[in-house]
């Protein structure tokens, strides 16, 4: 399989249910954040130690391909490939369970911080504004299209999560915390 195809030279791209559409379609704007999250992910994981968090990033990776996929196929029924584009609400409580459990070693905020710290906790901080971005991609799209609410939600606690996970790998690195 050649890596290209030249369909998308003119500024269009195939979506499943859809047909072509423009590549800045809000659609694509949507899952090409996703895929710009996770390749931020990937990026930040280059930077971890830890192999807890490696297998929770890599976790959220596998997650976040399957919101792509949701966003990128239209069709209501993705028949064999609908239980890997699953998310369920079971995994918004898992990374909510992963805040608190990391929030407990870490000290309370007290005042905004700058982003920065290590460089795992600089690629984390970068994460977690990425996440913003993709969600705010997502929020629109979901003004006029339908968006399962699940993902959503998914990558607003995924921003929160990311940003616990930058303070997390600051503090076990003894970075300190620049208050603004």
Known sequence: MKIYTRTGDAGETGLLGLGRVRKN?????????VDELNACLGFACAGVTDPGLLDLLASIQRD????????????KDAGKDAEKMALSPERVADLERAIDRFEEE?????????????????????GRTVCR?????????????????????????????LFVLARLVNHRAGAAETAW
Request: aromatic share 6%.
């Open 133 to 161: 971005r993709a969600e705010r991609r997502i929020a629109a799209l979901a003004e006029t299209e339908d968006v399962p609410p699940v993902i959503l939600a998914y990558v607003n606690r995924l921003s929160d999560l």
């Open 25 to 33: 379609a809000a659609r694509v704007e949507a899952y090409g954040g």
């Open 106 to 126: 870490l000290p309370p905020l007290k005042r905004f911080i700058l982003p920065g710290g290590c460089e795992a906790g600089a690629r984390l901080h970068l």
């Open 64 to 75: 976040l391909f399957a919101v792509g996929a949701q966003l990128a196929d239209v069709r």
